[in-house]
């Protein structure tokens, strides 16, 4: 039996595997498989220290890639993002949808609104608050289809976008990986959650067991700690400009850090209480917050105002999805408009983070059907983040409208000024300001509380199927990713690694369409449609075989 509670010894804390008793490959009490995790730490760092120390040459050089990408395959990642909402219709109203990750005669872990609360807080974060407020008013600058900069057509065509970009098709770049490792997981109970493990059945034992397999899941850990730090970098300031505002001080590194030591300090407290206790509580109490800032903000500011602009705004949407999704302004030959070039990037830097979703959502499915988790994902955070943007960016426009605050001069000077300046606009502004704040921090903390407990799931030795990765593990990632984002703002080295973790989405989105492939090989090798469903004939299949078994 093994002793998951053990305390590691403090002097192995990074290693692999070892032989135990009887000759049996067990799992030792190290907590991480450096044959993964070095590697991957490695190349980030190799990659952060020339763009950090050069950061205009790097950020120059790195954004003239990415236009070149812009120029030849915007009409690729617009076609991507369609097909993975494609591939998770497929998979959910076909005999896949009924396959359940894990015994079909246990309940889920968690009821509906809880396990919707842990998506829509590790799919949105506070990235949701940060667009919500400014993102309309980069459209409304720079808008499409011919409408005029700061007009009304602008205005609406900025808060429709908004909602876009948090529309189904980048949650189904976020979920579309989680079949196959919920299915290795909770199904074929395989010990490690990994890509490569997702992938066995379709290059064979020796080329996962083999290098193959370890590039696999490097460039997994590459792309996710780069992205965990860079979301932690711009995090940051969503809670530093309007702290500043508050208390009237300057904006400064030393109060990012102070933002930052707090953030850890709730993040330990949650990792220590536990996925139950911890990111579940934090998950739902946001909901709740978030819900009563939203009926805040429609009391004392201008409520009649924002339900009319977000049915508007809905309204347009609907009506122009599918010229928005597939949108690539080929015909203008001055350049393409904001919209453009941003879906893009937003596509692949959502890519970047497809794969830690997908673990994270994996994870915490044991119980749910393939049909369960991908509208789940698809759907809960796509409407609660249409209900966000519809408060966040009718309360900016309202008060651009009015003269109150000028957001699309300011936008251009400083996009994150923005935030602070519109909510200070408000009556109570002090109190609206704090409750900003709280809600901001708590959504960082349950970002990075998934995000370090997905890749100790991920790098950890213990069997991911029967237990819980390793508090002391969760607390090691978490301090790598902070100290990483921390001298990455302290010497200004965000901007270059955001684009650059936009470009590690590529290698990603074969991987994406590999485990898509690998799910239903899976599922159909081992006719789980059949054996693994709930229901009268599923639960009669069950125990015929486990008679058969006895």
């Known amino acids: 039996m093994q002793d998951w509670d053990k305390k590691p010894d403090p002097l192995s804390l990074i290693g692999g595997f070892t032989m135990k008793g009887n000759g049996s490959r067990g799992l030792s009490s190290r907590l991480i498989d450096h044959r993964i995790f070095a590697p991957s730490l490695i190349i980030i760092i190799l990659i952060c220290i020339p763009f950090a120390m050069y950061e205009d040459e790097s950020l120059e050089l790195l954004n003239s890639i990415f236009d070149r990408i812009v120029g030849m395959f915007t009409w690729g990642y617009i076609w991507y993002a369609i097909i993975l909402v494609a591939a998770g219709l497929y998979l959910s109203f076909s005999k896949y949808g009924n396959v359940v990750l894990g015994d079909p005669l246990e309940k889920p872990r968690f009821n509906l609104f809880e396990y919707a609360s842990i998506l829509i807080a590790m799919g949105l974060g506070s990235t949701i608050m940060r667009t919500g407020m400014t993102e309309w008013a980069n459209v409304a600058v720079d808008p499409p289809f011919g409408a005029e900069a700061g007009s009304a057509e602008a205005l ?95 904006q400064s590194f030393t109060l990012t850090l102070i933002v930052t030591i707090v953030w850890v300090f709730l993040f330990s407290i949650s990792a220590y209480l536990g996925i139950e206790k911890g990111i579940k509580r934090l998950s739902t109490l946001n909901m709740y917050l978030a819900g009563a800032f939203a009926i805040f903000i429609m009391i004392i500011g201008p409520g009649i105002f924002i339900l009319n602009f977000f049915t508007d705004s809905v309204g347009h949407l609907l009506a122009n999805y599918i010229d928005i999704s597939i949108y690539t302004d ?49 759907l809960a955070p796509t409407l609660l983040s249409w209900v966000a943007t519809g408060v966040l960016g009718g309360l900016g426009v309202h008060q651009y ?66 237990a819980e990765p390793s508090r002391a593990l969760r607390i090691i990632v978490a301090a790598i990713i902070t100290v990483l984002a921390l001298l990455l703002m302290r010497i200004g080295g965000l901007p270059p690694l955001e684009v650059l973790s936009g470009l590690m989405g590529i290698p990603i989105i074969l991987i994406q369409f590999l485990t898509i492939y690998a799910a239903k090989k899976m599922m159909d090798n081992d006719r789980a449609w059949i054996h693994n469903v709930r229901g009268r004939k599923g639960r009669q299949v069950k125990l015929k075989g486990k008679r058969l078994r006895d």
Not at 195 to 200: G, H
Not at 336 to 353: E, G, K, L, Q, R
Not at 436 to 463: C, H, K, P, V
Request: charged share 15%.
């Open 156 to 250: 609406l065509w900025g808060n429709a976008y908004s909602m876009f970009m948090w529309s189904v098709q980048v949650f189904a770049i976020f979920v579309m990986a989680a079949p196959a490792m919920g299915y290795i997981l909770h199904v074929r109970k395989k010990p490690f959650m990994r890509i490569s493990e997702a992938c066995r059945d379709i290059f064979g034992d020796k080329f996962v067991d083999g290098l193959g397999g370890k590039i696999l899941d490097i460039i997994f850990l590459v792309s996710i700690l780069a992205g965990a730090a860079v979301t932690l970098g711009l995090g940051a300031p969503i809670v530093t400009y309007n702290l500043a505002e508050l208390l009237n001080i300057e």
């Open 330 to 378: 080929s015909t203008n030959m001055e350049g393409s408009t904001y919209i453009v070039s941003n879906t893009v990037f937003w596509f692949a830097y959502s890519a970047t983070w497809a794969m830690l979703h997908s673990v994270f959502a994996a994870k915490i499915s044991k119980g749910r059907t393939i049909r369960e988790m991908i509208l789940t994902y698809l």
């Open 401 to 466: 409208l009015t003269g109150e605050v000028p957001v699309l001069d300011i936008v251009e000077e400083d996009a994150m000024a923005v935030i602070p300046a519109i909510l200070s606009s408000l009556p109570l502004a002090p109190i609206v300001l704090i409750i900003f704040i709280i809600i901001a921090t708590i959504f960082l903390t349950t970002t990075l509380d998934s995000t370090t407990y997905t890749i100790a799931s991920y790098t950890g030795t213990r069997n991911m199927s029967q």
